[in-house]
């Protein structure tokens, strides 16, 4: 079993950047493609990125596209989210997710392990 724990957010200005961090207990996260998602206040969880579990794909939702990169050091056993060009509506508490199989990379149930999610808030 995989025990996914996010960290990494925090409080920061519109237009300036945040790394998150994500990270396992248990079992390694090298043999699990990984996704990042979030969700705001009131409205649904929202695919933020994913990442093939050797790094060699990687998928971006529209809305972050060209602002967010996602990566992943599997001797480290860590995965990343750097966002930069940060936007009040990017104020999302941010889940990071193990998906064991070949699922579609953007839909949530495709995902098994989740962490508790860290909290990113962008002030205007």
């Known amino acids: 079993q995989v025990q996914v724990v996010e960290s990494g957010g925090g409080l920061v200005q519109a237009g300036g950047s945040l790394t998150l961090s994500c990270t396992s207990s248990g079992r390694t996260l090298s043999s699990y493609g990984m996704g990042w998602f979030r969700q705001a206040p009131g409205k649904a969880r929202e695919f933020v990125a994913a990442?093939?579990?050797?790094?060699?794909?990687?998928y971006y939702g529209d809305s972050v596209k060209g602002r967010f990169t996602i990566s992943r050091d599997n001797a480290k056993n860590k995965v990343f989210l750097q966002m930069s060009d940060l936007k009040p509506e990017d104020t999302a508490v941010y889940y990071c997710a193990a998906r064991p199989g070949s699922g579609e990379v953007k839909t949530p149930s495709a995902y098994t392990n989740w962490g508790q999610g860290t909290q990113v808030t962008v002030s205007s």
């Open positions: 990442i093939s579990w050797g790094g060699g794909s990687t």
